[in-house]
């Protein structure tokens, strides 16, 4: 027990950071009152889980509910405009069981959800509130009772437009591509091994999440996912894998696809007054590395090492905020800045550019440590 106030503290999200914020609370002995919408998505997220935040779950009493649906990356190979051209990631390189844990969304929300039923969290569902926030507390406002609270987390994203009504200021940057999502079949075994190939018009990420079945996110520019919206089941098969090393006999099946623009949201400050900004409604990044998940673990992995170490008894104080939001800048415009940087590299039509490209992938590709790096800093 590390509750340091006897005031509950606000989670509003209904997501999966929200989740993990309010288990991570509910283990420190803090009361927790979840503010969620009413309407929840399809859960059809697949995530490439770090193995340090894998390590974190079993910390906080999840991993018991995800050993057996999670999926390993041992290996990751980088196809750059020639299939020739191969920069290679492997695990046993480095030391590790894995570079990433593949995890449904599905499964990963349904153990977070089996813990938390053994904590006594209060929900309110958004539509049915007014929140207020002040400099010296925060005020709900329902039709049951009023709840006083020292701090809110914000981890949803749904709308940002709520977040800038507290002066919580966005920068922006559409990429103008879109992301289709989907899953297929396929009669081999991947045995564990993940990749992704860079085209000037698009990036597609094969990441196995099981024997047979893997998970696809291809980064499109616009005009080319327009004209894949338009295709047929048989024609969007054929486009699909005339760009990747796959048999087409062998892909037995393709799921239903899902669509969503790509665009990075970063905010200029993560707290104002009494809220304070995590997950998604902190920074959304371009997807291409698999990190904005891992973003919002780190996030809540910064704030319990805080909570545990802070002397304020009152963790919604300005000087808390500021310490937080300063743990924290480094690691997101560190990630924000490199996912903008290789969008822009390997999707550039100049050849100099190109050229200049290839060569620092064979850098890469001889050079162990950089190597070493580039992997320590996916998986912490």
Request: aromatic share 10%; hydrophobic share 40%; proline share 2%.
């Amino acid at each position: 027990m590390e509750n340091k106030n006897s005031e509950p503290i606000i989670v509003l999200g209904g997501g999966i950071v929200a989740g993990l914020t309010s288990k991570m609370l509910a283990n420190k002995g803090f009361e927790v009152v979840r503010v969620i919408n009413k309407k929840i998505k399809p859960l059809n997220k697949i995530f490439a889980i770090a193995p340090s935040s894998m390590t974190w779950f079993k910390n906080i009493g999840l991993s018991e509910f995800l050993i057996k649906p999670s999926y390993p990356i041992k290996k990751i190979d980088i196809y750059y405009r020639s299939e020739q051209e191969i920069l290679r990631f492997n695990s046993n390189d480095s030391y590790k069981n894995a570079l990433a844990f593949m995890v449904k969304e599905k499964d990963l929300s349904e153990a977070i959800d089996l813990s938390l039923n053994e904590s006594a969290i209060k929900i309110l569902y958004k539509n049915e509130i007014m929140m207020e926030n002040h400099e010296d507390h925060i005020k709900i406002t329902n039709n049951e009772d009023d709840i006083y609270s020292k701090i809110c987390l914000w981890c949803d994203s749904a709308n940002f437009d709520d977040i800038c009504q507290h002066k919580i200021k966005k920068n922006r940057k559409d990429f103008f591509q879109q992301a289709i999502t989907f899953n297929f079949i396929k009669d081999e075994n991947e045995a564990n091994h993940a990749k992704q190939y860079f085209f000037g018009d698009s990036i597609l990420a094969l990441l196995p999440i099981s024997k047979n079945e893997i998970s696809v996110v291809w980064s499109c520019d616009d005009m080319l996912a327009d004209k894949l919206r338009a295709f047929d089941d048989e024609s969007f098969t054929i486009e699909f894998k005339s760009r990747i090393n796959i048999d087409m006999q062998s892909i037995l099946s393709i799921g239903k696809r899902s669509y969503f623009p790509i665009k990075q949201v970063l905010s200029e400050s993560l707290f104002d007054k009494r809220i304070l900004l995590l997950g998604d409604a902190a920074h959304t990044i371009h997807p291409m590395a698999g990190q904005g998940l891992n973003l919002g673990i780190r996030d809540i992995r910064s704030l319990e090492k805080m909570i545990k170490t802070t002397k304020y008894v009152d963790i919604g104080i300005k000087g808390f905020l500021r310490k937080y939001e300063r743990s924290r800048r480094l690691d997101i415009q560190q990630f924000s800045k490199l996912t903008t940087s290789l969008q822009w590299l390997f999707s550039s039509p100049n050849n100099v550019i190109q050229e200049i490209t290839l060569e620092g992938l064979r850098l890469v590709d001889k050079n162990h440590s950089i190597k070493n790096f580039f992997i320590k800093k996916a998986t912490t």
